[in-house]
């Protein structure tokens, strides 16, 4: 027995939906017999209530659900998860639609077809023929749903290859649409004190224009005050484009690398660097493979620190597994695995992480090529910079680099490892500096090591150190040297500037247990050659909760060029009730050489929406001066409001801004509160008010468009819009859709609707009766609009002031009647009116 729902005037049923009366909730449809073969559909009317009238029709429903042949590009759903879109073909053998199987889609439903199953897998790439799904694979299934243009395919996991969690078919990352956008945040400040004023602006804007897969970007900002005129600063220009193949991204243009080997530098060039955002989340980061043997089908589960990350099922004989989620530092996992018939076996996989390690069979790589910029120098020096990182397997990751200017180059190699003892790496950078003037080269090591120890529930989440020789210089240092010889200054020997020699740093923490919170200390110490002073600062504080006071207690001390400063902070932070919008009370308290310092504030959000956002504060400075602050932000529908105001003894000062995004299409602008850069568009005509599920604020404007910000690149972003808000001539044919798209794109998402206006009916035969349950109502045009409910209820959505509608049943439709349906004049406030009621007979 097969339950349906009647929701909202709509019967749902597989994938069929028809209208009926809003007014039940539920119904026992009858008994529904479904040949697995031909799953043909017959409904009992016996189970249905006849109080509603004498005649019940539900002879159309029965049968099979038959498509028309041809060729389709569904959406592929393979046990409920998105994988990819591929042209299908359907066709019709002795009355049953089939869909026939093909190698790409085979290729794209990850199958493992066995010995037995590669010989009917072969006539897969003979046109002439049709398989089905359950020719290669008996126990799977598959059905498309036209209407929403998705095929559903249910195939036991033990007939598919194994693929990363989180993965999404690159044919599947939408480019999106020719745009243009910009993103800006403005400030506008003004003080003024007992001696002077001042007055400043600041605008900052982040734009770009995406034309087929390429991308132009540009940041820069505005800077105004009331003693000098306003600049523009640009900070870069570029354009990029991703090229999916090499799981890469290509730029031209300004832009800093990654610091992942050698130093971060600004540079305007060319860089081809691997896009990790490409990769799934199960696969970004370091995670060891685990790898064993299952003597049958298999459970296999892994813990980590007691808290199981990862289970999975396998099927008898050797098992890898390589799409563990990345889990800060690691700590390591013991892997139980379970037989069919109870047997258990555990083992133990070291893991431990530092920044260098990539999973085994990795790789990881950067070119650059171009010149050095914003070094404050007025020559731009070329550069030249590659690196690349491997995983040979759990344990060995091994990388290199290569750099160099016109008067430098440097080399680096170097090895990462995983033990059960911890995380290291070591490597050695070797430079040669020579410009005519000055020739300088030495070497520089480095180690690290991580560590986390699961029976202390410790971490050394890094420990690090660095020597240098005397003649090593980095790239920022070399060029510094090149530019003080090219000005003049002859006299080899003498220092320009601070060569460090020895640095080391370390991260520490400690969970003490149930309710005793965290101790956690952190810090530095650093000489140079040449000099007797030493760089150090460190960090050591406690945190922890009591009920719902959260505390916190910290020393810092710096000593820096024969300067000592300690300072002690202690941060309470409480709020006010367990309502979402309940405000929150924090408290800083600061001591230093200056003396005690205090800030008291509370903050929170309100409004339906979340629109509103405010803080407000006391401060009591060392000197005992009392001062206080407000701010806050109100969040409109296309742009966001901030501001502020501050005042103590002798001075006050105020603010105000906007900030958001501006996005142009073919269609027009767009605008919104949000900034990003990832963004969808979203259009549903006539959907003016609704608001999109998850992004508080983003409501459709009157011209029912709406921008989303915050889109993840290269994964499967839900995007759904609550109709709640909706006028009520315009209904949503579908409220969700999914959407992967490029970093950088712009994408656009269509929701189709239905516009007209809702007319319930209650329709009778000219000698009283009901018309049957189940009959289908049409329109002029031959349309379908509606399906009659119990008691001759029909719900329909009408466009034009007068229709005629016709009501068929029967087993052949043989049976109908008529009725023109005359609706009352607009009085143009649509969006407010009910359900139009009528009565009718149907002659």
Not at 122 to 130: D, G, R, S, T
Not at 654 to 668: F, N
Not at 714 to 725: A, F, K, L, V
């Amino acid at each position: 027995m097969r339950v349906l729902n009647i929701i909202s005037g709509k019967i749902l049923f597989g994938k069929r939906v028809f209208f009926l009366s809003s007014c039940a909730c539920a119904v026992f449809f009858g008994i529904v017999k479904i040949d697995p073969v031909v799953a043909a559909v017959q409904f009992d009317p016996l189970f249905i209530n006849k109080t509603t009238g004498s005649e019940i029709d539900v002879s159309r429903f029965n049968g099979e659900y038959k498509i028309l042949p041809g060729i389709y590009e569904p959406d592929i759903y393979l046990n409920q998860q998105l994988v990819g879109r591929q042209k299908i073909t359907v066709r019709e053998q002795e009355g049953k639609s089939i869909i026939c199987m093909n190698s790409p889609l085979v290729e794209k439903l990850g199958l493992k077809l066995d010995s037995q199953y590669q010989q009917k897998a072969e006539l897969l790439k003979q046109p002439a023929n049709c398989l089905t799904l359950q020719e290669l694979i008996p126990a799977a299934s598959m059905r498309l749903n036209v209407s929403d243009m998705q095929l559903d395919v249910a195939i036991p996991q033990a007939f598919l290859l194994r693929s990363a969690h989180g993965y999404v078919d690159p044919s599947l990352w939408e480019k999106g649409e020719n745009a243009l956008f910009a993103n800006y945040d403005t400030i506008y400040f003004q003080q003024n004190n007992s001696r002077s004023s001042t007055e400043s602006f600041y605008g900052g804007l982040q734009g770009g224009m995406n034309i087929n897969g390429w991308m132009f970007r540009h940041n820069g900002a505005l800077n105004w005050d009331k003693d000098s005129s306003g600049h523009y600063s640009t900070f870069n220009n570029n354009v990029q484009r991703d090229i999916s193949s090499l799981q890469s991204r290509f730029l031209l243009g300004d832009s800093n690398t990654s610091g992942a080997l050698f130093d971060s530098f600004a540079f305007r060039g060319m860089q081809l660097a691997t896009a990790e955002q490409m990769l799934p989340d199960s696969q970004r980061g370091y995670a060891p493979v685990i790898r064993g043997i299952a003597q049958s089908n298999a459970r296999v589960t892994v813990r980590q620190n007691s808290s199981v990350v990862y289970e999975t099922t396998v099927p008898a004989g050797e098992f890898a597994i390589d799409d563990l989620y990345p889990t800060g530092y690691g700590g390591d996992l013991q892997v139980t695995v379970t037989e069919s018939d109870g047997r258990v076996s555990t083992f133990t996989v070291p893991y431990a992480s530092v920044a260098e390690l990539i999973r085994p069979g990795r790789y990881r790589y950067s070119v650059v090529m171009g010149t050095v910029r914003n070094q404050n120098i007025p020559w731009s020096p070329k550069v030249f910079q590659s690196t690349l990182q491997y995983g040979f397997n759990n344990w060995l990751t091994g990388y290199t680099g290569l750099m160099g200017t016109n008067d430098y180059y440097a080399a680096l190699a170097g090895g990462a490892l995983g033990t059960p003892f911890g995380a290291f790496a070591l490597d050695i950078t070797g430079s040669r500096f020579s410009d005519g003037i000055d020739e300088r080269q030495g070497s520089s090591l480095r180690a690290s090591y991580s560590k986390f120890i699961s029976a202390t529930d410790s971490s050394i989440s890094i420990a690090a150190y660095r020597f240098s020789s005397s003649g090593y210089l980095d790239l920022h240092n070399s060029v510094l040297l090149a530019d003080m010889n090219k000005r003049g200054r002859e006299k080899i020997g003498q220092q320009p500037f601070d060569l460090p020699r020895n640095k080391f740093s370390l991260t520490l923490s400690q969970n003490l247990g149930n309710e005793r919170g965290q101790l956690y200390a952190s810090g530095y110490t650093q000489n140079y050659w040449g000099q007797a002073s030493r760089d150090t600062q460190y960090q050591l504080g406690y945190n922890n909760r009591y009920q719902r006071l959260s505390y916190g207690l910290s020393v810092n001390q710096s000593k820096s060029l024969g300067r000592n400063e300690t300072q002690y902070m202690l941060m309470l932070s409480l709020p006010f009730g367990g309502a979402m919008h309940s405000p929150n009370l924090s408290s800083y308290t600061t001591r230093d050489s200056r003396g005690i310092s205090s800030q008291l504030g509370i903050d929170g959000i309100l409004g339906e929406r979340d629109q509103v956002s405010y803080n407000v504060g006391l401060v009591k400075d060392a000197e005992n001066n009392n001062s206080g602050n407000i701010s806050g932000s109100y969040r409109f529908r296309d742009t966001k409001l901030k501001g502020g105001y501050a005042g103590g003894r002798g001075y006050h000062s105020y603010s105000a801004g906007l900030s958001g995004s501006l996005v142009g299409t073919s269609d027009g602008m767009i605008a919104s509160p949000y900034t990003g850069d990832t963004m969808a568009v979203v259009k549903a005509e006539g959907a003016a008010g609704a608001s999109v599920e998850g992004y508080p604020g983003v409501i459709l404007n009157d011209s029912g468009y709406a921008l989303v910000p915050y889109i993840t690149p290269y994964r499967m972003n839900q995007i759904s819009i609550n109709p709640q808000g909706l006028p009520l001539d315009v209904e949503l044919q579908t409220t969700s859709q999914q959407i992967a798209p490029y970093s950088g794109a712009i994408v656009r998402l269509n929701y189709q609707t239905t516009k007209g206006r809702m007319v319930l009916i209650k329709a009778k035969l000219p000698e009283g009766k009901s018309i049957p349950f189940g009959a289908v109502v049409k329109d002029s045009n031959d349309n379908d609009v509606g399906v009659v409910a119990q008691g001759g209820l029909i719900y329909v959505r009408l466009n034009e002031k007068t229709n005629r509608l016709k009501v068929k049943w029967g087993s052949n439709d043989e049976m109908n009647c008529s009725f023109d349906v005359n609706l009352k004049s607009n009085d143009g406030n649509v969006s407010q009116r009910k359900f139009e009621r009528l009565d009718v007979t149907c002659g």
